[in-house]
């Protein structure tokens, strides 16, 4: 089955913590994308990646970091200084590297910060 | 700066009637547009766009009208199913752009 895996679906952590979210794609994408949804908010991007070893600050990078060393792989850190980060991050791919290639979602994490 | 506007934060609809969700963007150079669909705790699947070089794009039930001068399009589903509950989200990119920029969402609730 090609798609977009999540791992886990429910996280929670102790506020102070850093926290890291998978996020993996066979479908042979070369873009992979990060979001974060609030309600009321939509979809705010977090960070992006368009080729290996190489991504890109999106609206809210603050208190986040990610690395891509896999064309498949594209982990989000949550760091303690992010400082609203309960929320459900969805995570996405692209074949072509636009904004007009389609992206495809994985199920989200929702992340709980106690 | 919210560049993709979606003012109607939900919609209730009797099945069988048109649904209309409106979007609205400032950005003049966004030229590519999209609509997402969003059940509850899954990720967003896409279900039509449209190019700025058309006024409307057509599949299925579902109806995608774009007014550039405006900076405004709108998705019509017809009929409207229960299936169809869900929250919607407007995108939309440049020409030149490698990222999308969503709406806030409209949540969708047809009624039986």
């Known amino acids: 089955d090609g798609g977009i895996t999540q791992s886990p679906k429910y996280l929670f952590r102790k506020e102070g913590q850093n926290v890291t979210l998978s996020c993996e794609q066979n479908?042979?994408?070369?873009?992979m994308y990060w979001y974060r949804q609030d309600p009321g908010q939509g979809l705010r991007l977090i960070y992006y990646?368009?080729?290996?070893?190489?991504?890109q600050k999106g609206d809210i990078a603050e208190g986040y970091s990610v690395s891509r060393e896999k064309k498949e792989s594209f982990p989000l850190t949550v760091t303690s200084a992010q400082k609203n980060p309960t929320a459900f991050y969805l995570c996405a791919s692209s074949k072509g590297r636009g904004g007009r290639d389609t992206q495809y979602f994985g199920p989200g994490t929702r992340l709980t910060v106690l | 700066d919210q560049q993709v506007k979606q003012n109607s934060p939900s919609l209730s609809v009797q099945e069988g009637r048109i649904s209309i969700l409106n979007c609205d963007y400032t950005?003049?150079?966004?030229?590519?547009f999209l609509w997402y669909k969003k059940y509850p705790a899954e990720g967003p699947t896409f279900l039509i766009s449209i190019s700025s070089i058309k006024d409307k794009n057509e599949d299925g039930r579902f109806t995608v009208f774009l007014n550039k001068s405006a900076k405004h399009l709108s998705l019509h589903i017809v009929p409207s199913q229960p299936g169809d509950s869900a929250v919607y989200f407007c995108a939309a990119s440049e020409t030149s752009g490698s990222r999308l920029t969503f709406g806030e969402g409209t949540q969708l609730t047809v009624n039986p």
């Open positions: 950005n003049s150079m966004f030229d590519y």
């Open positions: 990646s368009q080729i290996v070893n190489d991504f």
């Open positions: 479908l042979n994408h070369d873009a």
